[in-house]
């Protein structure tokens, strides 16, 4: 059917809504005009009238990903400062960040250090990084996630959740040192891990490593195989040295009297000897 000018336009608004195709549905009234105008090929326009609907498209789904992501927003590489951040290098972590290698065979990434030390704010970065390649990432405090899948088993749907978690290439569990020994609680936890092993992978921080870990897990022999699973395709930081949130309080003091008194409270809130040594250390 040969339609006019007008007959097209009036057609073209309910067409580009059921086809679900916003992105054209904003600009083909502009663009057709400039194409009238310039006499553009009717592919060239057709081609310029896609190109905008895949990249808006793109644009959305990662806003979408990174909303279901529940990152710390602000926690990225454009607020990290690695010249703070002297216990890691910085071609290391950007590596990390673009997820080749890692992410395709399901590798894990294990972040230690003492409390302030940026581990949140770097696995937060890559995360939010990862996002903007295209993957899905899932943030959560690993008290949050244990119990979340402890609901879920009460539910009698662990099975369901953890197929569903299969969706995210990353989980990040945050704090893992934080979580409290409960039989049931924690073994879902171990679940999770080993449901991901060697096909999802999985991001933990923790103040402590391996050697306090028997404090997280059920027993000994769940805490040996988490640890296995977890290392076998594994990256290891330590983020060691003084706390950045330390040091930018003190930087906010200018008046040594205060600063005094503050590194008292820090100190007192992270005593030292809670240094994780060496993370490539297993127990026996
Ligand atoms: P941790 O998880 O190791 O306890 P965080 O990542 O929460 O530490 O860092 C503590 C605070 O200091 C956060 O506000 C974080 O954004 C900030 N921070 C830590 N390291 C850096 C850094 N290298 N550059 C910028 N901000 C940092
Ligand atoms: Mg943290």
């Not at 310029?48 to 644009?59: A, H, Q």
């Not at 609901?151 to 040192?177: G, H, Q, V």
């Amino acid at each position: 059917m040969t339609r006019n000018k007008d007959q097209a336009a009036a057609v073209l608004p309910t067409l580009l809504t059921e086809l679900r195709l916003p992105s054209i549905n904003r600009n083909w009234k502009s663009l057709t005009e400039t194409a009238d105008r310039d006499g553009w090929p009717a592919a060239h326009l057709l081609a310029s009238l896609f190109e905008i609907e895949m990249n808006e498209r793109v644009t959305r789904r990662i806003q979408r990903h990174r909303e279901q992501s529940a990152l710390p927003p602000g926690k990225t590489f454009a607020t990290f400062d690695f010249d703070a951040a002297t216990a890691i290098r910085k071609a290391h972590i950007m590596a990390l960040a673009t997820g080749d290698g890692w992410i395709d065979s399901g590798g894990n990434l294990l972040i230690f250090g003492q409390s302030g030390t940026g581990k949140t704010h770097t696995i937060a970065a890559i995360g939010h990084a990862l996002i903007d390649c295209g993957r899905r990432v899932l943030f959560s405090t690993t008290t949050d996630m244990v119990q979340k899948l402890q609901a879920a088993r009460r539910e009698l749907t662990l099975t369901s959740m953890l197929d569903k978690l299969d969706k995210f290439d990353l989980i990040i569990l945050d704090d893992l040192s934080y979580v409290r020994k409960d039989q049931v609680e924690t073994s879902a936890l171990f679940e999770l891990i080993a449901h991901r092993y060697e096909r999802h992978s999985i991001a933990i921080t923790a103040n402590q490593t391996f050697a306090t870990w028997d404090s997280v897990f059920p027993d000994p022999a769940m805490t040996v195989a988490a640890i296995d699973r977890l290392v076998h395709h594994s990256n290891i930081i330590e983020m060691n040295g003084e706390s950045y949130r330390k040091r930018s309080a003190l930087a906010r003091v200018g008046n040594r009297h205060n600063t005094d008194d503050i590194v008292q409270t820090i100190d007192n809130a992270n005593p030292v000897g809670n240094n994780p040594g060496d993370a490539t250390h297993r127990p026996s």
